[in-house]
């Protein structure tokens, strides 16, 4: 059979487009594609829900892929081990408490088991604006970020989403729109972004599993971000809190969906 560039490029097409369609509407949209994104929509994927990620940059997985400095091994502690077990991923005992694994395999499973799962995942999209109904989050405005980047006047397109899962890291990329919007209305104690602190990695991690809620009607927040808008500490290259957050968000909104 001779290879024929027109079919090629009509199959990309076809296939994209049946993809895009079928994600307009949305249980739950998820920005960023980090491992607390993932797991997230592991989770939601898994139990049936619609669910659809968009990462702005090519690749899929945030900070895990470069480990510590790019040494690319991560920690996580014995009380997130399980998550990684669910997935697949070889985990390795370094001390009481302490285990290790391959920062590579680690978040290529996670990505490749949540789109097996079911979850719908964007790149190079970048989240220009939300939706807002009555003082709610319902859905998110796009654009590709080649767009954004360039700084081309070109209009986005919008999916709807009953609920959106912040997970941008430390750029909180969503809650930011909304405190724009919304000044001073975010349920922090100040109403505003209280922005991250130093690192203390102990505090971090427990602080990201308290900081994972609904930080504004629809929008939740996850992972790095969740400690960002409410003001925690960073917690280096340890990946336990992440992996937590993503599966706590999922639970907590797998009861309201």
Known sequence: ????????????????????????????????????GLVAGYYLAKAGKKVVMYERKLSIGGGMWGGGMMFNEIV??????????????????????YYTADSVEAISTLTS??????????????????????????????NWSAVEMSGLHIDPLAVRADFIIDATGHATEVVKVV?????????????????????????????????????????????????????GPRMGPIFGGMLLSGEKVAKDLLERI
């Open 76 to 97: 996580v502690q014995e009380a997130a081990i399980h998550i990684l077990e669910e997935f697949g991923v070889c985990i390795k005992k370094y001390q009481d408490g």
């Open 179 to 231: 405190h724009k919007k919304v000044p001073g209305q975010l349920q922090t104690s100040t109403g505003k972004i209280e922005g991250e602190k130093s690192m203390w990695s102990d505090k971090a991690e427990t602080l990201t599993l308290e900081n994972t809620r609904e930080v504004f009607p629809g929008l939740y927040v996850a992972g790095m971000a969740a400690n960002a808008t409410f003001g």
């Open 1 to 36: 059979m001779e290879l024929n560039e027109i079919v090629i490029t009509r199959a990309i097409i076809d296939r994209y487009y049946e993809k895009l369609i079928s994600s307009l509407e949305n249980d739950v949209a998820i920005v960023g594609g980090g491992p607390s």
């Open 113 to 142: 088991k949540s789109v097996q799962a079911g979850l719908g995942i964007f790149n190079c999209m970048s989240v220009e604006d939300v939706i807002m109904r009555t003082d709610r989050v319902t859905g998110l405005v796009l």
